[in-house]
């Protein structure tokens, strides 16, 4: 059998468009997801090109079961409990699956040798940023279920690296969109409430700062993490380099849509009532461009012309 590449949370947004770009330069490609989140419907247009084994990164047997079955020999690492809102929710939950979750796949990976494991991580671990553009040196400093376990993640990751030799390969991105974000958060109700003549309405967020990365972007600077021989670093912040408020983002949109209705409120975005989540900004990606050779091709608003164009064509 073919040589495999597995894809952990394959059927989600980041999963989905990894695998669509590997098959079409011809790896073979194995998606393994429990599809409690993950929307098998991201996969249509090129399914016949993968394989979709539905499974939990819980279940250690399992997983090795599959590797085995399928060959696999490089994995990236995408499954977990992902957003600040869900993980205060739900901290346990959180905890078990994105911490217990990734030392199973790197249990699994120790096991089988694994040539290359890379892990989809956040600029979430860096907390509040204190400058910008922000490094990969920057000290973490988490402050909700989510951003914590992505951290400890990348401890136990470093831990296997360090002590068993696995080939361990990091990347942080910011706030990734385009076609099939399945969440319900900006540009995603900007374009789809405006295409569809609903307003929006925000009542905080105005000032708060991210760097947006359009999911082309960064399925072509993950491609370059994953692939790189002998890496140098073993962190990378794969992002757009840029931040924009969200204010600026609905002049934008505005632009792209003419007569969208979008209201965005001052200050920060909220984790919960009188809870305002850290402020963010644009990510350094020095670091990426000199040792990967990455360079972002979208600014905010062409990301944002090509993300409205694929939401046009689907006749929301």
């Known amino acids: 059998m073919e040589q495999s590449i597995l894809i952990t949370g394959g059927a989600g947004f980041l999963g989905a468009h990894m695998a669509r770009a590997l098959a079409q330069r011809g790896d073979r490609v194995v998606l393994y997801d429990n599809v ?8 249509l247009p090129f399914q016949d090109r993968v394989k979709l084994v539905q499974g939990d990164i819980l279940d250690l ?4 079961r599959t ?3 399928e060959d696999v020999k490089r994995i990236i690492h995408t499954a977990a409990l992902v957003g600040f809102g869900p993980s205060i929710e739900k901290p346990a939950l959180t905890a078990k699956i994105n911490v217990e ?13 694994i040539e290359r494991l890379m892990d989809i991580s956040s600029e979430e671990v860096y907390g509040q940023f204190q ?3 922000l490094d990969e040196d920057y000290p973490v400093s988490p402050t909700v279920p989510y951003s914590i376990t992505k951290m400890a993640a990348q401890r136990y990751e470093e831990f296997f690296h360090t002590f068993f030799g696995l080939d ?32 929006t309405e925000m009542e905080t967020g105005g000032d708060h700062r991210a760097d947006h990365t359009y999911i082309d972007d960064f399925v072509r600077g993950a491609l370059l993490a994953f692939d790189v021989k002998e890496p140098k670093s073993r962190i990378f912040n794969i992002a757009s380099g840029k931040a924009h408020t969200f204010k600026e983002m609905a002049q934008m949109v505005r632009k792209i849509i003419p007569g969208a209705k979008i209201t965005v409120g001052p200050g920060l975005l909220r984790y919960a009532d009188g809870v305002d989540a850290p402020q963010k900004g644009a990510l350094s990606i020095q670091r990426a461009q000199s040792e990967l050779g ?16 694929s939401l046009r064509q689907e006749r929301i």
């Open 101 to 113: 979750g990734t030392i199973n796949v790197l249990e699994a990976s120790r096991f089988f040798g």
């Open 168 to 199: 361990v390969v990091i990347i942080r991105t910011s706030w990734v969109y385009g076609w099939g974000l399945p969440r319900a958060r900006p540009p995603k109700t900007f374009l789809e409430n405006s295409l569809k003549g609903t307003p």
């Open 61 to 64: 047997s399992f997983l090795m």
């Open 294 to 309: 990455y360079q972002p091709q979208y600014d905010l608003f062409e990301g944002l012309k090509k993300y409205a164009d």
């Open 36 to 43: 409690s989140t993950g929307l098998p419907q991201n996969l």
């Open 67 to 69: 590797m085995k079955a």
């Open 131 to 133: 400058y910008e553009p």
